[in-house]
RNA sequence: GGGAGCAUAGCUCAGUUGGGAGAGCGCCUGCCUUACAAGCAGGAUGUCAUAGGUUCAAGUCCUGUUGUUCCCACCA
């Protein structure tokens, strides 16, 4: 038996880790006798390091994996990380710009070799962190999405689609980051409300002088490529004017007015400028009555040919000088000052500028069926209805995916451009065009979408496109485990993915969780310096009260707020657990686990069905993905039932070293030792170090608790009667320990004795057996337990103590009757005592005995629960009898 | 504008087939009782947002209202 220090302490923790790398536990290896387990972790971004996010994110993982682990199954947790294109190659372009460098100055290659030592830095910094955290990731098996294998499996996927079809170019208006150069996605685009103007113009209506109509917009500059003005066809200020032209004076063009229902009457003037190659509803409205396309910007936000005089000009800067030149022509009207929304680049935040571009596209309405139908059919799960209906929504209103990208990091699409213009796609450099056979070939420039290699991640981590062992025994995955904004970049497109390419979804259960926010509610950022940091509570705690932090106090799928003080409680259980195990370690010095007979008590019996029940509980709630409840229940039970009261009931037994008394000692020993190590073993998942020191320190037979076996609900421990056996005996000593407080009693003083008049025999015997643990409880030198009687009061107790010293009478509930407690009565206190609790069980009667006069009740509540009125009625009027009797005595 | 949440003790939050309102923190009282003061024992505190409805029975189901948060879309 090992020696433990005072206090809990965490700095042991990377030694343990350690020895779970050397021994290899972690590693999962095809084993066709086991069932598998397997989760792929989200791979973090390599933009940064991990903050408190990754850590709640992470240990859900873990907490599955090591029970799956415990219970036998070959769990596989494969790692990696995420090459983030946009947020990385941002990251380095501005680390770079430190040095006074640009992308352009260091050129493709020297720029992406780069990236490659960002990637170095910090995914080993990530892959770092996460092992402080304890997670058991198999890490023989990290990958990268753009390792080898996995750019393999991209370029393949990207092939084959082609190939079908299914990728297609085409002329597409797309967000456009002027200032990064390149394509965002509608999910990158961050959407701010601000302050904005509304200009309010008018244009001449062609051959109708002095007439005009009148308009509202808040980007004067895209007028230089209106193409239209539209108004509703219902409108009736306008049915006159439909079909008309006007004049847009700074390009001296001719565009007509025409009807479509987009307009809303309301709004505005009722009409509105229609630009299509600046504005994503004006392209609607475009396609649907064919109009030319004007663009008129710059890639990099100024207006082009199409300008004419403006040419050159920022955007900004041609909205000036054109509110001049309408106002000169006396065509602006008014500038109203309205809160709109922007639609912001989320890396850079700089106002989004929707243009025409050439763009790759994946058709998106078949691979999106079986998605669908996946969820709808009920085969995959989430652990909250509402985020299978975001799910649902977001894959009914899909649109094709736009899958390129105007950056270097990335992987690079591999399609090769003759001088005629046809396009080779193959996954290695073709020496020839496809088409015409010119040998002068030249790879698109573009990237594809970082979402593209993470859509592949739960089949290419594991081989594909090869078919290996790996892949056949680990797919599809069980649980994926992510946050909400993630459903739609990820989840769908994991799940179209896998779908289509292996057959089958990649996996059957999704979790989602909530946001780690600040104390005052806010989300981590850092332009607020508000993030903690999980090294920083590492450092200070230890990873088990980091993860116990997260775990604890919160359903997983809402939001939760991160206090130093839960950390702080936390802690304070580590140091609980701590030491009761030191305390059970103390007590069994001489304790060998051959001797199985000891007879039990019926404490004993008690906290073996409580554990029971417990690991059903626990079982159930991981199962069902409930991983705050099934925390809180077994740091419940560990500190309620077994420390503060079970440890304290075997006291006398341990203290008893009599040679006679060595069988009581031996069981509770036995005991002890036994649900603590199960409760250890139900809390490992969540604090991982701490219950692994201390399972090695309780036993020597198995190396580690990582692989012992997880406790198993038994039935034939449950035991209803002792539970009921203990609640009797603990509401006796709280009932004494009330009347301590009350009357101020020392708990250091032992009463003489504490008589006992039980009601039955059940209890007399109860009382009578256990006397030693009743004194202990309660702190009395001796226990006399009295025949029982039915007919108690104050009155006959009293009168039945004559010899007795003057004492307390305490009720100490309805079986266990009453106890005389030798001490002073004050009976003007006792009086307002008796009168609390006379009013309050007239309430509870009050509230029986509506239900049983109700007819509606007695006619349609089940039976059982009629009974239970009817006992709950008996007990609370004899209680009240006994209540009253010792009211009128006083 | 569309969708989804949330509103329970002073604070933070549990409460998943409807059947006597819970925890932690904080607060008050008494204790350094030979595992633990990072502890022990005891105590106070709630018209479960609001108005209706369903039901014998509603924190729990339905509807409206108010406040609040998030996601999606977006107004020329």
Redesign the pocket.
């Known amino acids: 038996m090992k020696e433990l220090n ?3 302490d965490p700095s042991r923790e990377s030694e343990i880790y350690a020895r779970w790398m050397e021994k290899g536990y972690f590693k999962a290896k095809v084993n066709p006798d086991k069932t598998p387990y397997t989760i792929m972790i989200p791979p973090p971004n390599i933009t940064d390091k991990l903050h408190v996010g990754h850590a709640f994110n992470n240990t859900i993982q873990d907490i599955l994996i090591r029970t799956k682990r415990m219970q036998g199954y070959e769990a596989l947790w494969l790692p990696g990380t995420d090459h983030a294109a946009i947020s990385t190659e941002v990251q380095v372009v501005k680390a770079i710009a430190k040095e006074g460098l640009t992308k352009d100055d260091l050129g493709r290659d020297a720029f992406l070799e780069r990236v490659w030592q960002w990637k170095e830095l910090y995914g080993g910094t990530i892959i770092s962190q996460l092992k402080l955290m304890g997670f058991s990731c198999d890490w023989d098996r990290e990958r990268f999405t753009m390792d080898e294998g996995l750019s393999d499996a991209v370029l393949e996927v990207f092939v084959r689609l082609y190939e079908e079809g299914k990728i297609y170019r085409g002329e597409r208006l797309v967000n456009w980051c002027t200032k990064c150069q390149t394509t965002i996605s ?2 990158e ?1 961050e ?1 701010e409300d601000g302050e904005g103007h ?1 200009y309010h113009f008018k244009y001449p209506i062609h051959g109708e002088a002095g007439e005009y109509i009148t ?5 004067p500059e895209t007028m230089l490529g209106d193409t239209a003005i539209a108004v509703h066809p219902e409108d009736e200020r306008y049915t006159a004017l439909i079909g008309k032209n006007v004049i847009i004076p700074m390009v001296n063009r001719q565009i007509p007015i025409i009807a479509d229902s987009y ?2 009457p309301a ?2 003037t ?1 009409a ?2 229609v630009t299509p190659a600046h ?3 004006d392209f609607e409205i475009g396609q649907r009555h064919n109009l030319p396309i004007i663009n008129v910007m710059n890639d990099d936000g100024t207006i082009n040919n199409a300008g004419t005089h403006y040419k050159g000009l920022t955007r900004e800067d041609a909205r000036t000088k054109i509110i001049e030149e309408m106002t000169a022509k006396g065509l602006y009207i008014k500038t109203e000052t309205i809160t ?2 922007k639609g912001t680049h989320d890396r850079c935040h700089v106002v989004v500028e929707p243009l025409i571009k050439l763009q790759w596209f994946l058709k998106m309405e078949e691979l999106a069926k079986p998605a669908l139908e996946a969820y709808t059919s009920g085969k995959l799960k989430f652990n909250r209805e ?1 985020f299978g ?2 799910y649902q ?1 977001w894959l009914t209103i899909i649109r094709d995916w736009c899958i390129s990208r105007q950056i270097w990091w990335g992987h690079r699409i591999p399609a090769y451009f003759c001088p005629e213009g046809h396009i080779t796609v193959a996954k290695t450099t073709p020496e020839v065009c496809s088409t015409c056979g010119n040998t002068n070939l030249r790879q698109d420039d573009d990237t594809l979408d970082t979402w593209f290699s993470s859509a592949l991640w739960p089949f290419s981590t594991l081989g594909w496109p090869e078919k290996t062992p790996d892949l056949d025994y680990f797919y599809p995955t069980n649980v994926l485990c992510t946050a ?2 993630i459903i ?1 970049n990820w989840v769908v497109r994991m799940m179209f993915m896998g779908e289509k390419y292996m057959g089958e979804a990649p996996f059957t259960n999704v979790i989602i969780h909530g946001t780690i926010r600040d104390d005052k ?1 806010r989300k981590m950022a850092k332009s607020l310096g508000n993030g903690i940091d999980p090294k920083e509570v590492i450092e200070k705690y230890g990873a088990d009260v980091l993860r116990l932090t997260l775990l604890s ?3 997983i799928d ?4 991160f ?1 130093w ?2 950390v702080e ?1 936390c ?2 259980f ?3 657990l701590w ?2 195990t ?2 059970v370690l ?1 007590n069994l010095e001489d304790y060998s686990d051959d001797s199985c007979n000891n007879p039990l008590e019926v404490e004993d019996l008690w906290i073996l069905s409580r554990i029971n029940s417990l690991t059903k509980e626990v079982t159930e709630k991981i199962d ?1 993905h ?1 991983l ?2 099934s925390t ?1 229940k077994i740091v419940d039970f560990i ?1 309620d039932e077994f ?2 009261w079970y ?2 009931m075997v006291k006398p037994r341990l203290y008893a070293k009599e040679p006679e008394r060595a069988m009581e000692r031996r069981a509770a020993q036995e005991t002890l030792r036994k649900v603590l190590m199960s409760a250890l073993k139900l809390l490992h998942p969540v604090t991982p170090f701490i219950t692994e020191d201390l399972f090695l320190a309780l036993q020597d037979k198995e190396e580690t608790i990582m692989l012992s076996s997880w406790p198993t609900f038994d039935k034939a421990m449950d035991n209803i009667e002792a539970e009921n056996c203990i609640e009797h005996i603990k509401s006796a000593v ?1 009932s004494v ?2 009347m ?3 009357k ?1 009693v ?3 003083h032992k009463f003489e004795e504490i008589i006992v008049q039980p009601a039955d025999e059940y209890a007399r015997k109860l009382f009578e057996s256990r006397k030693d643990l009743f004194s202990a409880l309660a702190g009395a030198k001796s226990i006399i337990v009295k025949s029982p009687s039915r007919e108690l009061s104050h009155a006959t107790f009293d009168n039945s103590l004559k010899q007795s010293p003057k004492g307390e009478l305490v009720y100490a509930g309805f079986t266990a009757g009453y106890l005389y407690v030798p001490w002073t009565v004050d009976t003007a206190n006792e009086k307002v005592r008796l009168t609390k609790e006379k009013q309050k069980l007239q309430q ?1 009667l009050a ?1 029986v005995d509506g239900k049983l006069n ?1 007819q ?2 007695m006619s ?3 039976e059982s ?1 009629i009974n239970e009125e009817r006992e ?1 009625q008996a007990k ?1 009027t004899a209680m009240l009898e006994k209540v009253e009797a010792e009211l009128s005595a006083l």
């Not at 809402?558 to 707020?561: E, G, L, N, Q, T």
Request: hydrophobic share 30%.
């Open positions: 005072r206090t809990y509608d999910a685009v959407h509304l308009f509202a917009t808040t980007r307009v809303d709004y505005g009722g509105v400028k504005d994503p509803n709109h929304a509402r209906k975001v929504h909400q904004e739609f509610g106090g919160n359903a809402s939001d939760s707020r206090y003080e839960r409680f802690r304070n580590m140091n609980k030491n009761a030191r305390f103390m069902s409930e705050g409840m809180q500190w420390c503060d440890i304290e709280r320990r009330n301590r407080a009350e101020q020392a708990p250091s509870e509230r109700n509606g009740f349609k509540a089940p629960l709950k609370f």
